[in-house]
């Protein structure tokens, strides 16, 4: 039987099979041939491996993690069969040639399905089908249904005819290493072309120039405009006039939708520059389409030199996508990639990727600032505020990777640890007689996520904390973002959880949506506060909100309190509550009580 086999543990899902596992499936699916048709090419494998080796069976199988699919097949009846009946399994973990003589008398196989029952597998022999990288496709594999011995000769047969699948294989791929539109080499063929430089001219320099003929959203407004055949049309267009403009030795490969990239020996940096700025010259000159549609690009370039080497080709198309964002940025038309504009960018991917492996170690902790009653002059609950010591980074602001979080899903597993570790901290302190109420900040993404309100009610539960305890501070931006938004927080308002609108002045200050909000305290932000003792207009700006505020029935916290000055202006005038440095900075969760005791205890009025 001819084999291609992918063996994947059917009990564990993706995330959990071992790294080079998650890889080999990757590179099984990404050769594009699960599901698919059946093909004469493999068929004929297939029929002259059971032909010249003497046997009733054989396929070309692929088995993705629960199934064994065969892509061709001679003498077998079922299309697919279950991974663990497969004995690919054993030919791939071995990644060598597995001959097995007599099934019934091998322990790995004398109870299997397929030996016991329907075909009655009694011989079996496989060879790996591996890429260069070493990951394993499958195996192609030949089965009969008597004992018999398999010579060298044999064995040396198998592989050739595992050669030849692996071969056929290459050749489907390529139909993949061409851009569908444009027919020009695709970013996979970029990627081997310069892996085969640095084999035949190791060391040697180049450039890579990185066009972006279109923005993401030029082309969107492009395709409700005339559609995307049009668009299919301008590109290749686009494509004949760069080809015609470029040096007949200079590869052009098209490596996203509306991007491509250009590749030609490094000479000197003014030469560089001339290719870049003849061609960006030549490509801003309007031009008609076969379709009579008149094109004009604002194109933009990423300069990015580099040798053949592995090292540098490996981070080479990121280097010069970093180029191209530097020139839009800065409406260029085209930029050399600069290490000082990039440092940021890695920066955040290092930030980003860091995330979960220090939530996992402990890295990240809570701190409290401490909220001041202005009625009662005591303390009456704090804010959970988060810290991050990044072992290589240092401490990293929480301006900075709440930003990056809130761009990707992180933001909800952060947002629920938070949570969590507040609530917690918040039941040792009862335990100890503290009567403290503790707000936790949310994002617009928070309160958008269908789950959030069951991470809610779920995390109270857990660690037994009236709902009424807890605040939520979300940003002027996050309540005014849409409909799902407003009947999460009314949900939340119905669970007797207090809203407070952090920032506010600072955001959209739509003041037409403040009667309609479910929010009861309105944190007046420290933009506005700090200036009030030395600024009249901003002193009477803070008069005025508190005054709105309270006529509209909302309580008025005042952030970013910082000398007894601003303090005492805001408690004459009527603000109910504050926080800022001159009160308390934000303080490690064991130096709260005795901070309290220094307060003469807290105090619970239904305040922030």
């Known amino acids: 039987m001819l084999e291609v086999s992918i063996c994947v543990a059917p009990s564990l899902t993706s995330s959990e099979l071992p790294l080079h596992e998650q890889e080999r499936l990757f590179f099984v699916r990404s050769t594009g041939l699960l599901d698919t048709k059946a093909s004469e090419a ?105 004992p018999r011995k398999f010579s060298q000769q044999q064995i040396a047969l198998l592989r050739d005819f595992a050669a030849m699948v692996m071969a056929q294989i290459d050749l489907h791929q390529m139909a993949g290493r061409v851009n569908e539109v444009t027919r020009l080499p695709n970013r996979a063929q970029l990627a081997d072309d310069l892996a085969a430089a640095c084999l035949a001219t190791p060391g040697r320099p180049a450039t890579l120039m990185l066009l972006e003929v279109m923005s993401n959203t030029q082309l969107q407004s492009a395709v409700r405009a005339v559609g995307i055949r049009p668009l299919e049309v301008a590109l ?96 260029r038309p085209w930029a050399r990639y600069s290490a000082e504009f990039d440092m940021p960018h890695r920066r955040a991917f290092a930030l980003l990727r860091a995330i979960p492996a220090s939530l996992a170690n402990g890295e990240f902790r ?47 597993d952060f947002t629920e640890w938070v949570l969590h570790k507040a609530l917690e901290q918040l039941s040792i302190w009862r335990a100890q007689g503290l009567d403290l109420t503790i707000a936790v900040n949310v994002s617009s993404r928070n309160l958008e996520h269908p789950m ?57 200050s739509n003041l037409s949506c403040l009667h309609s909000l479910p929010v009861e305290i309105l944190k007046l932000d420290q933009s506005l506060i700090k200036p009030i003792a030395h600024d009249e207009r901003a002193f009477t700006l803070i008069q005025s909100l508190i005054s709105m505020g309270h006529a509209l029935g909302y309580q008025m916290l005042a952030e970013g309190v910082e000398t007894a000055e601003v303090l005492d202006l805001l408690k004459h005038h009527g603000c109910d509550a504050a ?21 003469r205890g807290p105090h619970v009025d239904g305040m922030p």
């Open 42 to 146: 493999f068929d004929r494998l297939t029929r002259l491996a059971a032909s010249l080796l003497q046997v009733p069976m054989a396929a070309i199988s692929i088995v993705d993690e629960s199934r064994q699919w065969f892509k061709s097949r001679v003498g077998i009846d079922e299309a697919e069969t279950a991974r663990s009946d497969s004995f690919c399994t054993h030919t791939i973990e071995t990644s060598s040639v597995l001959v097995v003589e007599d099934a019934l008398l091998d322990p790995r196989f004398a109870d299997n399905r397929m030996v016991t029952g329907a075909p009655g597998i009694r011989f079996y022999a496989g060879v790996p089908l591996q890429l260069p990288s070493g990951h394993t496709l499958g195996s192609l594999c030949v089965i009969d249904t008597q």
């Open 236 to 331: 290749r267009s686009i494509a004949t006039i760069l080809m015609a403009a470029l040096p007949p030795d200079v590869d052009l490969y098209h490596v996203g939708e509306t991007r491509f990239a250009v590749i030609y020996d490094a000479g000197s940096s003014s030469g560089e520059e001339d290719i870049a700025t003849a061609l960006l010259s030549r490509m801003s000159k309007p031009f008609v389409t076969e379709g009579g549609i008149t094109v004009q690009l604002a194109m933009h370039a990423g300069l990015v030199h580099f040798h053949h080497t592995q090292a540098e080709i490996a981070d080479v198309l990121r280097m010069a996508t970093t180029a191209l964002y530097q020139a839009e940025a800065e409406q």
């Open 366 to 412: 809570l701190v409290y600032q401490p909220k001041l009653n202005l009625h009662t002059a005591r303390i009456s609950g704090v804010e959970a505020l988060a810290r991050w010591r990044h072992p290589q980074f240092g401490e990293v602001s929480p301006a900075e990777f709440i930003d990056l979080m809130e761009r990707t899903t992180l933001i909800h």
């Open 452 to 508: 959030f309100l069951h991470m809610l009610r779920n995390a109270c539960a857990l660690h037994g904390v009236h709902p009424k305890s807890l605040r939520l501070e979300c940003t002027e931006n996050a309540v005014m973002t849409g409909t799902r938004t407003a009947t999460t927080l009314a949900a939340v308002r119905a669970m007797d959880i207090c809203i407070s609108l952090d920032d506010f002045g600072v955001g959209y």
């Open 579 to 599: 926080q800022g440095y001159y009160i308390s900075r934000p303080l490690e969760a064991d130096a709260i009580p005795e901070f309290l005791k220094a307060s």
